[in-house]
């Protein structure tokens, strides 16, 4: 898949372990997209703020804030989504405080499973679906989704294709149904999954695969091997390299000399063995496989770094290569 | 008090943290330390991943504890003193039993246990993970067989989630509406609307058009047969809350040095203060321990020039240390943010950025060293 294929979709669903640089990525692919001239609105799910710190602007919440020239953020949190879509039912914001604004009735909606899971999504599949902006265009080209982690990720996409088992009829279950459709609609849809080389986060997305295919029916697109060391020195250079180094031994710089080498050199011998068990597990699937950024502090100029690799990456793709020849 | 005080004195270690920290890991290291320091140890885990079973020398875990027979330590030259127990939470398993314990006659359980919504639905009701997973430790804790358990929490989105998970269903039972106006009959059909009150009539009003009658009506039944067992655990759920902050318990806050994960462990350690719970550290996982590196770098730059490397190796070399000298630094000033937070060194432990994955349990036994 070109990255003018991936963007090209209504909706991006980023997710992973936890730890994985879910909101990195979503990030990058938001400022590309933007830049490809695509309105792009990020939104995070009912997290503690990642985006707003990243991009060094103050607090976004429940409002649709402008980042860059074409890119959006947003912060869903149950309870305004909650808001919004009940005074939108029932016309009255006044009605809504009388009701809902009380502890009863707020332990009530506590107490009722999958229910925000169910108003995130589904203020996720108005931004995306149904928001016009004045002239009556959809409000946005492109809605990128910086899910939870893997479990509480799948359980987002998938609450609505419950509540369509569990609901028989009512505007619950038409809302329900209306959402699993977009989520089930390949040409709109995709499913991305960042990992990093190591066990567990590489265990969890084979698994997650399996899972959003079976489970949830949404499709999955290229696979984003996330903080990769970049190769610096082949094993036998590496070896070289210490034994015309041996004259230094004595001093006292060289076992934390030797130490940062060895670190080095083993985290990438032993990515490449996580790499690999990930393309087997894969198989046909694309891999983007993106390099650690070096950086003391993680702002705004590594995501622009790292932004730049991700594009660099996907010209790198053998497909894409393949049809930049036949192309000539 | 460090971590080898904590297991002699301390009944409960809870282990918590943002996603991806190694807290699992943390959780089992420190399982097999006490058992190695003659402990009777249970560890309890949320991970679903196979591999910690694996590593522990078990095929699986299970909802009930399984020990980990003394053969497996011996393959690795290991002879521990105590016993270590492992089991993993299964939320749905723990949540019917719960159901099952509380029901006060068949009819009351087969309501709740067969009603679709529960069915589909009931590993998502907020917080239920997170309470489960205390419920359970709150079992073992009762039965008093163990001298220690370690508890590693789920991955929450929100740090508040775990901590306020008794308090919710607390609330959930006590305050929620269901006491004062969802009896059952109200919901089988429209005419019962017209023996309410004129507020709950306006309120059942908007609900039906925001979800449609159906709909509650599943939900309030489901509801309302789950409430009169709740009333049964409410009081359980409030000695679970108090288990939090018994002085026999202690927080181990596990991070990674990385800036968006430490800034995560700094707000997780206001919400730890502000409930008044007993914090006892930070454990750093991943922590490039190489003292005097960054002093050092200059002279090594240098020595390198005067080198016998031809020009591609010496550039390599070069972007290594560079690279390396990056993790160091960004290391060393998030360590400064922790350390601001701690009243002595026991309470900040590092465990060093390790080589290789730790996948059995010699490799757990040699992480809990540095614990």
Same mark, same amino acid.
Request: no cysteine; proline share 0%.
């Given at each position: 898949m070109t990255l003018g294929d991936l963007l090209n979709h209504k909706l991006l669903v980023v997710s992973g372990k936890g730890g994985v640089g879910k909101t990195s990525v979503a990030s990058c692919l938001g400022l590309i997209a933007s830049r490809h001239g695509k309105k792009t609105l990020i939104a995070e799910v009912? /997290? /503690?703020?990642r985006i707003s710190e990243l991009f060094g602007v103050p607090p976004i919440g429940y409002q649709e804030t *402008?980042? /860059? *020239?074409?890119l959006y953020a947003i912060n869903v949190d149950p309870r305004s989504a909650f808001e919004e879509y009940v005074v939108e039912q029932i016309h009255s914001k006044r009605l809504f405080s009388l009701v809902f604004e009380n502890r009863f009735v707020r332990a009530f909606l506590d107490a009722t499973p999958g229910l925000n899971e169910l108003l995130e999504i589904g203020k996720i599949w108005s931004l995306s679906e149904r928001d016009r902006d004045e002239e009556g265009n959809p409000k946005y080209d492109l809605v990128i989704i910086d899910a939870p982690a893997t479990g509480h990720g799948l359980a987002l996409l998938n609450v609505p294709r419950v509540v369509t088992h569990a609901v028989r009829v009512g505007p619950l279950k038409t809302k329900a149904e209306a959402i699993m459709k977009l989520i089930q609609d390949s040409k709109k849809t995709l499913l991305l999954i960042v990992t990093l080389a190591e066990e567990m986060p590489v265990n969890e997305a084979l698994e997650m695969i399996q899972s959003a295919k079976t489970t949830v029916g949404v499709k999955t697109g290229p696979v984003f091997m996330n903080a990769l060391y970049p190769p610096r020195l082949s094993e036998t250079e590496g070896k070289e390299v210490r034994s015309k180094l041996k004259n230094f031994e004595e001093e006292d710089w060289y076992p934390s000399f030797d130490h940062a080498v060895m670190a080095y050199q083993k985290k990438f011998m032993l990515q490449n063995f996580y790499l690999n068990k990930l393309k087997l597990g894969l198989g046909r699937q694309d891999i983007v496989e993106l390099p650690?950024?070096?950086?003391p502090h993680y702002d705004r100029n590594a995501i622009e770094q790292l932004a730049e690799s991700l594009q660099a990456a996907f010209l790198e793709q053998p497909q894409y290569l393949e049809k930049k020849r036949r192309r000539r | 008090m460090s971590i080898e005080d904590l297991m002699e004195r301390r009944r409960l270690l809870i282990c918590c943290g943002s996603g991806g920290v190694g807290k699992t890991t943390t959780a089992a290291a420190l399982g097999v330390k006490a058992a190695l320091m003659g402990k009777k140890a249970a560890v309890l885990t949320i991970d679903p991943a196979r591999r910690l079973a694996n590593s522990l020398g078990l095929k699986a875990l299970s909802n009930e504890e399984r020990r980990i027979p003394e053969g497996e330590f011996a393959k690795f030259g290991l002879s521990p003193k105590g016993e270590l127990f492992a089991l993993m939470l299964d939320t749905k398993r723990t949540f019917d039993k719960i159901i099952e314990r509380y029901s006060t006659s068949d009819e009351t359980k087969n309501a709740v246990l067969q009603n679709t919504l529960y069915q589909h639905l009931s590993n998502m009701i907020a917080g239920s993970q997170e309470y489960m997973a205390m419920e359970k430790v709150y079992e073992l804790y009762q039965k008093q067989d163990y001298d220690l358990l370690v508890l590693d929490t789920p991955p929450t989105q929100h740090a508040l989630d775990f901590l306020e998970a008794p308090q919710k269903m607390i609330h959930a039972v006590t305050d929620s509406m269901l006491k004062w106006f969802l009896k059952p009959g109200i919901f089988m059909g429209r005419t019962g609307l017209r023996f309410l009150q004129k507020g709950a009539r306006k309120i059942l009003k908007v609900f039906d058009s925001v979800a449609g009658f159906d709909f509650l009506q599943d939900l309030s039944a489901m509801l309302i047969s789950t409430a009169g067992l709740l009333e049964g655990f409410k009081e359980r759920a409030q000695e679970v809350s108090s288990l939090l902050k018994d002085p026999k318990t202690a927080f181990l806050l596990v991070t990674s040095p990385q800036s968006m994960v430490v800034s995560e462990a700094l707000y997780f350690h206001d919400k730890i203060l502000e409930f008044d719970l007993p914090f006892a550290g930070f454990i750093v996982n991943r922590v490039h321990i190489n003292s005097g590196f960054l002093k050092y770098l200059p002279t090594m730059l240098k020595a390198l020039q005067s080198s016998a490397l031809n020009e591609k190796q010496r550039e390599g070399v070069t972007r290594i240390l560079k690279s390396y000298g990056t993790l160091v630094e960004q290391d060393q000033s998030q360590l400064k943010l922790l350390k601001e937070r701690v009243e002595n060194k026991n309470q900040l432990t590092l465990v060093p950025n390790l080589e290789s994955d730790v996948h059995d349990l010699a490799g757990l036994a040699e992480l809990g060293k540095y614990l």
């Open positions: 009912n /997290a /503690a703020e *402008q980042l /860059a *020239q074409n650690y950024i070096f950086r | -």
